[in-house]
C-alpha cells in the first residue's frame, strides 16, 4: 500500500503536482459543465416561450371565436421547426381547441385533452417530458386579452440536438483540460530536479559524515532557501570535521595520560599489596611477639596458684591472671579488628553440630553470669537443625561479644539467649539471635553508632564499663561476612536486644560419598508407631545401613542376642512414647545392662522438653530429635561422634565436655582423632610398657618451657626438652616418644620443618604415621591450622593455653594417668554418719597435685566455703520466688561442689533439693533448705579447723 510519508521527494513533488493540477482542472470542468447546462436549458425554454407567445398572437381571434379551423391553421406553421414535436390551443376553461403532432411523436406522449385548473395558475410554465433517451421541454402559456385569459398555449420542443451540443463542448473542455494537465506535468518534471537533487546531495553528505567518511563540500550556485541551507551544512561540515580534530588531539593526549596513570596505579597497587602482606607478616609476628610472653605470665600465674600462698598473696596473683586474661581479650580484638582492615578475615564453611555449640555457651556463660547474680536462660527453638554447615568459630565469637556485654553491662535481672528458625526452605535455613538483657540500655543516639569502631555507649571519662569499643564492629564485619544482618532494638521495659540473622546451609548428605558412607553400622529400632517406624526404615534403607525392628520387651534381649553373635547394634533409636514404659526409662535399662557394649542410644519425642539434660545423661541419651527427624538431624546423630563421649577410650581420664575456651571465647581447635588403640598399634612392641607417658616438648621460650613443662609434669606425664627442631629431631630418632608439643616457630630449624623431617623419618623406618605431633603456636591469624596440618601435624593449640586446655587436648590422642574422681570416692568409702567431710575426698584432692597437693586443697576449700553462703541465698531467694527451674540449677552446682569437698550430707540433700526441681515443685524444700544450713554450718567448722591446723 502506497505511503505518502515513506515516498521519496521526488515522488512527493509528482504527487503534489497532480494533486493540485488534476483537482483544478477538475474543479474549472465542473463549472464549466453545469454553466453549459444550465445556459443552454435557459435559452431553450426562453425561445420556446418566445414561441408560444407568436402562436397565441395568431390564435387570439380563433381563440375568441372557437374557429377550430383557423386554430389548427396556425399550428400546422409549426411543421417548419424541425424541433417542434407537439402543439396545441386550449380555450379558457381548458378545453383543447385544436392540436398539432409531429410524425415522430410517440403515442403515448400526446399533450392531455384538458388542462386543469393549475395551468392558468402562471403566465408561464414549463416542464420536461419524453424518455431520457429523447428529452423534451413542454410549454403551457396563457393567452390574456386584458385581463381576462382567452386561452393556452401548449409547445413541446425535443432537446435531443441541444444535449448532443452540450455533449460537443464537453468534449472539447475535456480536451482541453487533458492537454492542460499533461503540461503541468512537464512543468513539475522539469522543476523538481532543482529541488530533489540538492536534497539528495545534502542526505549522502549526512550519511558519509554518519558514516566518519571525509565528506567534500556540497558546490552549488542557488540564491534561494536551499542555497543557505547548503550554505549552513557546508559551515557544519567545517565545524564537524574542526571538532573531530581537537577530539582526536584529546584522545590522543588522554590516552597518554591514562597510560601514565596505569602506570602509576600499578606502582600504587604493587605498593599497597607490599604493605598488605608487610602488615600481615606484622600481625603474625606481632602475635606471637605479644602471645609468647602472655603465654608465660598467665602459665606462671596459674602455677603460682597451685602453690601454697597466702589470702593477700593468692588475691594479688588472681588479679594478675584476671588483667593477663583481659589484656588477651584486647589483642585478640585489636588483631582481629587490622585483619578485617587488612580484607584478611575470611569465613569457613563447615560441617558442626549446633546444639554442641549452644552447650558450651551455656558452660562459659552460667557460671559468669551466676557469680554476678545473673540468671541466664537459653530460649531455643525446637525446630532447628541439628548440623548445619558454616563458621561455627566465628559464629561462637559474635555470641561471645554478645553475651559478654550482655553481662558486664547488666547488675541485676537476666539475660537471655533466643534462637529463632526467622525462614527455611530444603537446602537452608535461616536463624535469629537474639540476646535480651535488662541492664543500663543503649540510648537512641548511642544506637546509631554502637557498631562503629571504637565506639562506646558511654564514651565519657567518667563511665563506668571499660573496653576497647571493638567488640561489636568485629560482630558487624563477621555477621556481614556470613551474608547476615545485626542491629539493635530497645527493650519495652528494661535493657536492651541485641539481634542478628544469618543462613546457614543444611548438611547434604551424598550416600555414595566415601567419606559419609555407612556401610557396618547396625541399627535397632524400637518404636510402637507403624507409621513412623516405617519412615525410619525406609531412611536407613536409603542410607544402606543394616537395620532391624523390635517392641520395647524385646529390645534388651535383641540387644544381647546380637551382642552374643558378634553383630552388637552401633545405634538404638527408641521412640519416648512405649507401651507400659517410656524411651528414656528403656534406655536407662540398656545402659545398665553389664552385658552389653552400650550402643548411642537416640530418643525420638514429639515434644521438645520430653527429657531434660540431666535425664539425657543418666540414661545414656547421646541425642534427643523431634519427630519426624530431619534426614540430616537423624544422620548426624548417627554418626557423628558424640563430643566427650564416643571418641573417649575406656581406659583415659574423662574429657570436659566443652572444648578448652581461650580467653577471647576461640575453641581450641582439633581434628577427628582415632582411638588410642589405632595410635599405640603402630609403635614396636614392648617400647609402651612403662606405666608413665612420655612427651618431647620442642620450645625455645624459656618462660613457655617452664610453663608447659610443669604443666604436663602436673598431668603426670615425663617431659623431654628441645630447644629447636634440629634437637627435636635428633631427640625422636633417639628416643621413644607418646606425643610431641612443636612450636611452630624456633631457631634453627622451625617446627614445620621439623615435622616434615619426622614424618620422612618415620616412612624411612616403615612405619605409618603414628606419633602425635601437637602444634603450639602464639600466631593467630587465619590459616595458621590449616599451614599446621598440611606439615603434617596432628592438631593444634594456641597460646597462651591452660593446663585444663593442655589436657584435653592431649587426652584426644594418648591416655591420661587415670586421677580418681572426687564423685568416685564417695562412692566407694562413704564416711561414717557422725562425719561432716570425707576424708578420702580430701585425699584425692591432694592427688591432683602431687607437687603441691596441699596448696592446691587450700584454693579449692576456700572457694567452696566463699561460694556456697551465696548459693544458699539463692536457694532461698527462688523458694521464696517458688522459682523450681532455678531452684534445680543451683542445687545442682552445690552438690557437685559439696562432693568435691567430701561434705557429703550437704551433696545429700542438695541432690534431693535438685529432684524437686526437676519435678517442678518446692513442696518439702524449706525443710531440705534448713537441713542443707545445719548441713553447711558443721562442713564449715570442720573445713576451718583443717584450715587452721595446716597453716
Not at 503 to 513: A, G
Not at 617 to 638: N, S, T, W
Not at 678 to 690: D, E, F, K, Q, Y
Not at 816 to 834: N, W
Request: net charge negative; with cysteine; hydrophobic share 45%.
Amino acid at each position: 500500500m502506497f505511503n505518502f510519508e515513506r515516498s521519496g521527494l521526488s515522488q512527493k513533488l509528482t504527487i503534489m503536482s497532480v494533486l493540485s493540477t488534476g483537482s483544478a482542472l477538475l474543479l474549472v470542468f465542473v463549472a464549466f459543465a453545469a454553466t453549459a447546462v444550465l445556459s443552454h436549458s435557459e435559452d431553450a425554454r426562453q425561445q420556446l416561450s418566445s414561441l408560444a407567445g407568436v402562436i397565441g398572437s395568431n390564435s387570439r381571434t380563433a381563440l375568441l371565436y372557437a374557429d377550430r379551423h383557423q386554430a389548427e391553421q396556425t399550428l400546422a406553421t409549426l411543421a417548419v421547426e424541425h424541433d417542434i414535436v407537439q402543439a396545441a390551443l386550449y380555450s379558457s376553461d381548458g378545453k383543447l381547441l385544436a392540436r398539432y403532432t409531429a410524425p415522430r411523436l410517440p403515442q403515448n406522449q400526446a399533450g392531455p385533452d384538458e388542462l386543469g385548473d393549475s395551468a392558468t395558475a402562471a403566465d408561464v410554465r414549463s416542464e420536461r417530458s419524453g424518455p431520457p433517451w429523447s428529452p423534451a421541454l413542454r410549454v403551457y402559456r396563457v393567452l390574456r386579452d386584458g385581463e381576462a385569459a382567452v386561452g393556452v398555449v401548449m409547445l413541446e420542443s425535443s432537446q435531443l440536438r441541444m444535449w448532443l451540443d452540450i455533449l460537443k463542448n464537453l468534449g472539447a473542455a475535456i480536451a482541453a483540460a487533458a492537454l492542460s494537465f499533461m503540461m503541468a506535468l512537464l512543468t513539475a518534471a522539469r522543476f523538481k530536479g532543482s529541488i530533489a537533487e540538492p536534497v539528495g546531495q545534502l542526505i549522502a553528505a549526512a550519511q558519509q559524515v554518519s558514516r566518519g567518511q571525509a565528506t567534500p563540500r556540497i558546490a552549488h550556485q542557488r540564491s534561494d532557501e536551499l542555497g543557505a541551507l547548503i550554505d549552513s551544512f557546508n559551515d557544519m561540515l567545517a565545524q564537524v570535521e574542526g571538532r573531530d580534530a581537537a577530539l582526536a588531539e584529546y584522545r590522543d593526549q588522554l590516552e597518554r595520560q591514562v597510560s601514565v596513570r596505569t602506570e602509576q596505579l600499578e606502582k600504587a597497587k604493587n605498593s599497597a599489596e607490599a604493605a598488605s602482606q608487610a602488615k600481615s607478616a606484622f600481625l603474625a609476628t606481632m602475635s606471637h611477639e605479644i602471645r609468647t610472653p602472655m603465654n608465660g605470665v598467665l602459665g606462671m600465674t596459674e602455677l603460682l596458684l597451685a602453690t601454697r600462698l597466702t589470702d593477700q598473696q593468692r588475691h594479688y596473683t588472681s588479679m594478675v591472671k584476671r588483667s593477663g586474661e583481659h589484656l588477651l581479650v584486647i589483642i585478640n580484638d585489636i588483631l582481629d579488628f587490622s585483619k578485617i582492615e587488612a580484607g584478611k578475615l575470611t569465613v569457613e564453611y563447615i560441617h558442626f553440630n549446633f546444639r554442641d555449640l549452644l552447650d558450651d555457651i551455656d558452660n562459659v556463660f552460667s557460671p559468669q553470669a551466676q557469680a554476678k547474680g545473673l540468671r541466664l536462660e537459653l530460649a531455643i527453638a525446637h525446630n532447628i537443625p541439628l548440623s548445619i554447615c558454616g563458621d561455627p568459630n566465628r559464629l561462637r565469637q559474635v555470641l561471645f561479644n554478645l553475651l559478654g556485654n550482655a553481662i558486664k553491662f547488666t547488675d541485676r535481672g537476666q539475660i537471655m539467649l533466643k534462637v529463632v528458625v526467622a525462614q527455611e526452605d530444603a537446602q537452608s535455613v535461616g536463624l535469629r539471635f537474639e540476646v535480651h538483657d535488662s541492664g543500663i540500655g543503649v540510648s537512641a543516639e548511642a544506637r546509631a553508632r554502637i557498631f562503629d569502631s571504637f565506639s562506646q555507649a558511654d564514651g565519657s571519662t567518667t563511665r563506668k564499663h571499660g573496653g576497647t569499643g571493638l567488640g561489636l564492629a568485629i560482630s558487624k564485619q563477621l555477621v556481614e561476612l556470613m551474608g547476615g544482618a545485626i542491629g539493635i532494638d530497645h527493650a519495652l521495659t528494661q535493657g536492651s536486644i541485641f539481634w542478628f540473622a544469618v543462613n546457614f546451609d543444611k548438611r547434604r548428605i551424598d550416600i555414595d560419598d566415601p567419606s559419609t558412607a555407612t556401610q557396618g553400622i547396625r541399627a535397632l529400632i524400637v518404636d510402637q508407631h507403624p507409621a513412623s517406624r516405617a519412615a525410619l526404615e525406609r531412611q536407613l534403607a536409603a542410607w544402606r545401613l543394616s537395620y532391624a525392628s523390635a517392641t520395647a520387651t524385646e529390645a534388651v534381649s535383641q540387644l544381647r542376642q546380637a551382642a552374643a553373635r558378634g553383630q552388637a547394634y552401633d545405634v538404638v533409636l527408641l521412640d519416648m512414647e512405649q507401651p507400659r514404659t517410656s524411651g528414656l526409662a528403656l534406655a536407662a535399662a540398656i545402659r545398665a545392662d553389664s552385658t552389653l557394649t552400650p550402643p548411642r542410644l537416640l530418643l525420638l519425642s514429639t515434644e521438645r522438653n520430653a527429657a531434660d539434660g540431666v535425664q539425657q545423661r543418666a540414661a545414656g541419651v547421646a541425642f534427643q530429635l523431634i519427630k519426624p527427624p530431619r534426614e540430616c538431624d537423624l544422620y548426624d546423630a548417627m554418626v557423628t561422634p558424640v563430643r566427650g563421649r564416643d571418641n573417649r577410650p575406656v581406659t583415659d581420664a574423662p574429657a570436659a565436655d566443652a572444648p578448652a575456651r581461650l580467653p577471647n571465647g576461640a575453641a581450641a581447635v582439633a581434628t577427628a582423632a582415632p582411638p588410642v588403640s589405632v595410635l599405640s598399634s603402630g609403635a614396636v612392641p614392648g617400647t609402651r610398657a612403662r606405666k608413665r607417658r612420655k612427651v618431647l616438648l620442642a620450645e625455645d621460650n624459656p618462660v613457655n618451657v617452664e610453663v608447659a613443662s610443669a604443666m604436663l609434669e602436673g598431668l603426670g606425664l615425663d617431659v623431654s626438652r628441645a630447644c629447636n627442631g634440629v634437637e627435636a629431631l635428633h631427640s625422636v630418632q633417639a628416643d621413644d616418644f607418646d606425643l610431641i608439643l612443636m612450636d611452630c616457630q624456633m631457631p634453627v630449624m622451625d617446627g614445620f620443618a621439623a615435622t616434615t623431617e619426622i614424618r620422612r623419618h618415620e616412612q624411612q623406618r616403615g612405619r605409618a604415621r603414628s606419633l602425635p605431633i601437637i602444634a603450639i603456636t602464639a600466631n593467630a591469624l587465619q590459616g595458621d591450622r590449616e599451614s599446621c596440618l598440611a606439615a603434617g601435624m596432628d592438631d593444634y593449640l594456641s597460646k597462651p593455653f591452660t593446663q585444663q586446655a593442655l589436657g584435653q587436648t592431649l587426652s584426644r590422642w594418648i591416655s591420661l594417668p587415670r586421677v580418681s574422681a572426687p564423685a568416685a570416692a564417695l562412692a566407694e568409702a562413704p564416711p561414717p554418719d557422725d562425719e561432716p567431710i570425707n576424708q578420702q575426698a580430701l585425699d584425692n584432692i591432694r592427688a591432683l597435685s602431687p607437687a603441691n597437693g596441699d596448696a592446691l586443697l587450700e584454693r579449692v576449700l576456700h572457694a567452696f566455703l566463699h561460694d556456697t553462703p551465696g548459693q544458699l541465698r539463692t536457694l532461698r531467694q527462688a523458694l521464696a520466688a517458688g522459682d523450681a527451674e532455678q531452684l534445680r540449677k543451683t542445687a545442682h552446682s552445690l552438690k557437685s561442689s559439696a562432693a568435691n569437698v567430701g561434705a557429703t550430707a550437704l551433696a545429700q540433700r542438695s541432690k534431693e533439693l535438685e529432684q524437686l526441681g526437676r519435678n517442678d515443685t518446692t513442696a518439702g524444700a524449706a525443710v531440705l533448705l534448713a537441713d542443707m544450713e545445719r548441713s553447711f554450718q558443721a562442713a564449715r567448722q570442720a573445713l576451718g579447723a583443717m584450715l587452721e591446723k595446716e597453716t
